[in-house]
Nanobody, 118 residues
Framework: QVRLVESGGGLVQAGGSLRLSCAAS????????MGWYRQAPGKQRELVAR???????NYADSVKGRFTISRDNAKNTVYLQMNSLKPEDTAVYYC????????????WGQGTQVTVSS
């Protein structure tokens, strides 16, 4: 059984920084791509950043140059460093563990709220 627990969200002023963490229990972390998604009120969930098992990364255009995703396989943890935050970054941020390349289902965390005040 896989469980994902996000932490690090909160309230920050525009221009500030936050670091999100997602700790995974169970198997599959090292073989899985890991992603951070977000969902703002009234909007669809969108991909923010993704890192493969080989540590290749991709980012949404809206966060390129401001956010950095990283992973620590020894700790079964993925991080999202968010700098130069903007009010439009306000959303619930979700962690995703994706081993579907191996014919397995993906998993989601419960989400952590990030609020950026202007």
């Amino acid at each position: 059984q896989v469980r994902l627990v996000e932490s690090g969200g909160g309230l920050v002023q525009a221009g500030g920084s936050l670091r999100l963490s997602c700790a995974a229990s169970g198997s599959f972390f090292s073989i899985s791509a890991m992603g951070w998604y977000r969902q703002a009120p009234g909007k669809q969930r969108e991909l923010v950043a993704r890192i493969t098992s080989g540590s290749s990364t991709n980012y949404a255009d809206s966060v390129k140059g401001r956010f950095t995703i990283s992973r620590d396989n020894a700790k079964n943890t993925v991080y999202l460093q968010m700098n130069s935050l903007k009010p439009e970054d306000t959303a619930v941020y979700y962690c995703n563990l994706d081993p579907r390349g191996y014919g397995l289902r993906d998993y989601w965390g419960q989400g952590t709220q990030v609020t950026v005040s202007s």
